[in-house]
């Protein structure tokens, strides 16, 4: 298998990550631009705010979109929201998708 090959098809395979993103600032509801984000770029996954003022979750789909999400959540955010830390933890590659749909959870 050449080398161009391999890298093509690992970038096919769906992958999952967990996120959680502290924030400063927090005037909007930080979960609601996440899960627009998350749609946007065709990812599944979940995200919830946190009394604590963080939002965690965890993001599934194609490895390129998953890298421009965690981009985004390390340095853009929600409006109205500074992002003081954000950690992604248990990133793996999955056979196939494990969830279905993007959604905020209470």
């Known amino acids: 298998m050449s080398i161009f090959v391999l890298w093509s098809w690992r970038r096919l395979v769906p992958i999952t990550t967990d ?48 890298h421009e999400m965690k981009v985004w959540l390390s340095k853009e955010g929600s409006p109205s929201s500074r992002i003081t830390r954000a950690v992604f933890k ?11 749909g993007f959604s905020t959870r209470f």
């Open 19 to 66: 996120l959680s993103v502290c924030l400063s600032v927090c005037l909007s509801r930080p979960s609601q631009y996440t899960e627009r984000e998350g749609l946007t770029l065709g990812l599944v996954g979940w995200v919830k705010n946190t009394n604590r003022g963080t939002v965690v979750g965890q993001v599934q789909g194609p490895r390129q979109q998953v």
């Open 90 to 100: 248990n990133e793996r590659d999955i056979s196939k998708l494990e969830l279905s």
